[in-house]
Structure formats: C-alpha cells, structure tokens
C-alpha cells in the first residue's frame, strides 16, 4: 500500500509525487481570498467597536466622578446656608438688631391695646 502525498509548489499549487501539479480553479482561490479578506475585516471592526465601547465606559466613569464631587461641593454649600440661615433667624440677633439699629424697645404695658375681630356673615 502506498501512499502520495501532496507538496506544494513554488507557486502554492498542490504538486504529486511525480511532478504534475495539483490546480485549484481560480474561482475558489478567489473566493477563498474574499472569505479571509471578509473575516478579518469584520474582525477589526469588532476591535474597533469593542475600544470605541470601552473609551465610552471609562469616559463616562470619569464624568460621573465629576459629577460625584460637584455634589458633595454643592451639599456642603447647602450645609453652610442652612447653618447661616439658622443665624440670620435667630431671635437673639433680630433683637439686638431691633435695638441698637432701629432702636425699639419692648412697649410698656399702658402702650398695648387689645383689639378684638368679629366676623360677620
């Protein structure tokens, strides 16, 4: 039993053992090529799709940090108004405004009237 085996030759042809060369039609040679050249091309773009995703990501991951930071900023600032509106309310101080700026005092008791509203129908 003997067995041939096929080389290749210097042109990529099949060749056998005696020398005659093995020859694939050009039209399968040719659609071979465009089914390579397809498959690598559809292999980039999905390189490309998947780089182009993950910029997004870490993109995205870099504005919510941002975004995160600015709030904590804002919640302190909300903080710091609250407590200076705390201040600004204080009776303490609207008295001691009342005082000394626009100078008023507590009325004595014979400077209040009593006025009493009734409703009619």
Known sequence: MTRRRASLGRDGEGMKEN???????????????????????????????????????????????????????????????????????SPERISKIARSKLELVIPSPDQKKAFSVHETD
């Open 19 to 89: 020398g005659e060369s093995i020859k694939k039609p050009k039209g399968q040679t040719y659609k071979i090529a465009i089914f390579w050249v397809l498959i690598l091309f559809l292999f980039i773009c999905q390189l490309l799709v998947y780089t182009w995703s993950r910029v997004q990501c870490i993109r995205i991951g870099y504005e919510i940090s941002r975004e995160m930071e600015n709030h904590q900023k804002l919640i302190e600032i909300q903080n710091r108004l609250k407590i200076e509106m705390a201040r600004l309310r």
